[in-house]
């Protein structure tokens, strides 16, 4: 590993413990003990809180028909500005709340448990639409725009998807030409930008021809000449947020509204992408209490066969599955809140896994909580459908889960190929920009993994005697997941990045350990403050999570090797030469 000398609270910011299972590694440090709220920001919490309660609750109905019509009304969002929550994270001298990212993320929690659109036009603003200003904009650049963005007298909107360039950033056609004066001519179209109609600030990427990299980031105001949008997007879910094309036309854009430096725009946009992914986090977690207080309520109260259906064992493992999902997400969000408020120099392989979990295990609890509710979950009177379309573009945006567990992949590869002799220059090539694009691996020889991963590193020292059975398939699947990395890295050398279905399978399994430990920290700090037999149903919650990811990674390191990948690419072919389904009965 390489040298841990910047140290904050206990943690070691130059060390990513997800990348660090790659190597068989169990960084304690960084996982125990399990972060908490800031006790200075708590009362400020509680305070928002409490607001946005006031404010959302009871007004279901409106919000169905926000969902039918496809908006939110002006004065619903002057209500939203007013309320504040367009500057939840914010500095307080620029007019905002200053809430760190774990607070933020528990906001978003609470909105979230009334309506997604809602959290997705707050979310959108703040997580990705003004983000880069506060990650990368400079002293003059905050000063102007800030205060605007607290007030909610600017809405911002984070454009960088384009039409056949979705997942793939680097492949945008949107241009920006250096004038003499040092001011730039915008000119493309964005796709798909959540709060385009409504923004009146973006932050927008384009194409540069710099010897400093290939692309940059700008700020951009609505008001300028050649800025316009699209109509509003007729969607599927979270019809209520407002979503457009956002075009420019030879916009003019000052000198002093590049953003950070020039040809530095797809490190800032990864920068604003991965610092942005507790909100989306945080609101599904919000999502999953909500369906499961409804899934409760109807379990308890329907009667079948003369009993509440509460009883039946079927109706009870999908609660207990809910809650573990549940309880599971919010470990692994908060624990990435938490590097990310300490600044942490790398979280973006944690951050990625926290989307990817949290966002399916939303669809599985709402999923389930319409099954609960049988026929009634069908129907619109009733909020579980509304959920259901509110929730599946989460494995969708920022980032497709797909392209993310190949970002999981790569990079914890990257840090493991270093440790293979003569491959580290040419593995970077690979690896430095996972999403940017594949390089070629050369040749090499390798040194043996267990070679790094003593130093005590492959044990958790410090865990409470009620875990430590369950700590043990952590520490077992560790070292699997360290050497099948190896094995890969051997066998396909510069074909590992074309081989998808093994990555995917080495992502699920650093995703099923790394979710895993901090459920474990979790646990182990209530075990700590309340004691074991007050912690007897977390014990049971950390239990069958660790049950259930023992099975996953078992099966997923199993057939790395044992599997139907060469029959289901040949079939693949078959399908998408046919342009479609081949067979008939007649």
Request: glycine content about 10%.
């Amino acid at each position: 590993m390489k040298s841990t000398t910047q140290v904050k609270s206990g943690l070691v910011l130059d060390v990513s413990p997800a990348k660090s299972l790659f190597l068989g590694m169990l960084f304690e440090e960084n996982l125990f003990p399990f972060p908490t709220i800031r006790i200075e920001e708590q009362e400020t919490l509680r305070l928002v809180l409490d607001s946005v309660d006031k404010f959302l609750q009871n007004r279901d109905s409106e919000f169905r028909k926000f969902d039918v019509a496809g908006e939110q009304p002006a004065e619903f969002l002057e209500s939203l500005k007013e309320q504040g929550l367009f500057g939840l994270i914010i500095p307080e001298d620029f007019g905002g709340i200053g809430l760190s990212n774990l607070g933020y993320s528990r906001v978003l929690q609470q909105t979230s448990r009334y309506d997604a659109s809602v959290s997705l036009t707050i979310g959108a603003h703040s997580s990705i639409g003004m983000k880069g200003i506060l990650l990368s904009g400079n002293a003059a650049q905050k000063a102007k725009y800030l205060p605007k963005l607290a007030s909610g007298e600017l809405i911002a909107a984070f454009c960088l998807t384009e039409a056949g360039s979705g997942s793939d950033a680097a492949s945008i056609k949107t241009y920006a030409t250096k004038n003499a004066d040092g001011s730039w001519q915008l000119t493309g179209e964005k796709i798909w930008i959540t709060n385009g109609p409504t923004a009146g600030l973006y932050t927008v990427f384009a194409k540069t021809d710099s010897a400093q990299g290939k692309m940059s980031a700008f700020i951009v105001e609505r008001d300028w000449v050649g800025v316009s949008t699209g109509h509003k997007e007729d969607k599927l879910g979270i019809r209520a947020s407002a979503t457009s094309t956002v075009s420019f036309n030879e916009v003019h854009v000052p000198a002093e509204n590049l953003l950070g430096e020039e040809g530095k725009g797809f490190k800032i946009a990864m920068a604003i992408l991965n610092n942005g992914r507790t909100g989306l986090g945080g609101g599904a977690v919000g999502g999953m209490k909500r369906c499961i207080q409804l899934a409760a309520r109807q379990a308890r109260d329907r009667k079948q066969f003369g009993k509440s259906i509460a009883e039946f064992g079927l109706v009870r493992e999908k609660l207990a599955q809910m809650t573990v999902n549940c309880f599971a997400t919010e470990s692994v969000v908060t624990m990435v809140g938490h590097y990310i408020d300490s600044g942490m120099q790398d979280s973006s392989v944690e951050a990625a896994i926290s989307k990817v979990f949290a966002s399916e295990s939303l669809w599985s609890v709402v999923n389930e909580s319409l099954q609960v509710a049988g026929g009634n979950g069908y129907m619109r009177e009733f909020p579980y459908e509304k959920y259901l379309r509110d929730s599946r573009i989460n494995m969708i945006f920022e980032g497709t889960n797909e392209i993310l567990r190949l970002f999981i992949a790569m990079s914890g590869m990257k840090d493991a190929g270093e440790y293979l002799k003569d491959i580290g220059s040419s593995v970077g090539k690979i690896f430095n920009d996972p999403i940017k694009g594949f390089g070629v691996l050369g040749g090499y020889a390798s040194k043996k993994f267990s070679q790094y991963t003593s130093i005590g590193r492959d044990r958790l020292q410090h865990l409470s005697p009620a875990l430590r059975e369950q700590s043990t398939v952590y520490e077992q699947y560790t070292q699997e997941l360290a050497k099948e990395s190896e094995a890969l890295l051997r066998r396909y050398k510069s074909k590992v990045v074309e081989e998808q279905h093994a990555m995917k399978r080495i992502a699920d399994v650093a995703i099923d350990c790394f979710v895993g430990l901090c459920v474990l920290s979790r646990v182990d700090s209530l075990i700590a403050a309340k004691g074991v037999d007050k912690c007897r149903d977390e014990l049971a919650i950390s239990e069958i999570f660790t049950q259930q990811a023992k099975r996953r990674m078992n099966q997923n390191l199993r057939r790395i090797d044992r599997n139907e990948d060469s029959l289901i690419d040949a079939l693949a072919e078959r399908i998408v030469e046919d342009e479609g389904y081949g067979w008939d009965i007649l």
